[in-house]
């Protein structure tokens, strides 16, 4: 009877600890659309979006973006990689400036105006911007120092004329080969319209704390049963 007293109380307080952690928020979207058509045909997730809280510095309430091209959908060359991003804000959301955004080396923050176009999928507020010879895959940057921003606050449509639909992310892949075709860059897009937003939405990591309460309470159940076995 101790053992299971123990074992509940133990529960109880790794359980407090589970239910007091902060579970950082994440959304994953998909890129589908190109406009590349003849060559890329929209409905193929060619481009992953994840954005997460994150720390930055001192900065605990940093964003995290991590854009990643699908390996397989591409013949890659020695220079394969992303060389821009683009992304918008959702209506009442902080209002954010160049330096809010951390590139990679090489690659700079830019927030409109002047709005940052991306072929065939409107203007944006803000993007990443790198340059032929700092292509990356993935691409990983910050938005750091915005009071009250979420990841939710960069999830909005592309606004102006889009020939192939306001996205709600886009971007410019380069570096890859076609099977009979001469194509070897293109924009990339997610969602289609205002009212649809990208495939994808939030994922839920479990938190440490979860795992720490299972291996607890199943060593003290082996610690109960061995001290409950009858002696030989």
Known sequence: MKSAFKTLALAGAV???L???????SYLYTLDQSNQDAALADGVPYLTVLIEDAVWGSDTNAIKFTVDADNS?????SDF?????????AVGAPAIADGNIVAP????????????????FGKFLGSADGTGSTRLDPLVFWIVGVAGDTPLSYVAPSTGSA????????AHLAGFTIPGSSVTSAYFGGGN???????GGPTVPVPAAFWLLVSAIAGLIGIG???????R
């Open 15 to 17: 359980g407090g600890l």
């Open 19 to 25: 239910g007091g952690e902060a579970q950082a928020a």
């Open 73 to 77: 959908r591409f013949n890659e060359s």
């Open 81 to 89: 990689g992303i060389t821009a991003f683009a992304f918008n804000q």
């Open 105 to 120: 080396s090489g690659w700079s923050g830019n927030v409109a105006p002047p709005p940052n176009q991306f072929d065939g």
């Open 163 to 170: 020939a192939q639909g306001n996205a709600w992310f886009a």
């Open 193 to 199: 319209g205002a009212e649809l937003p990208p495939a």
């Open 225 to 231: 049963r061995r001290g409950n076995a009858c002696p």
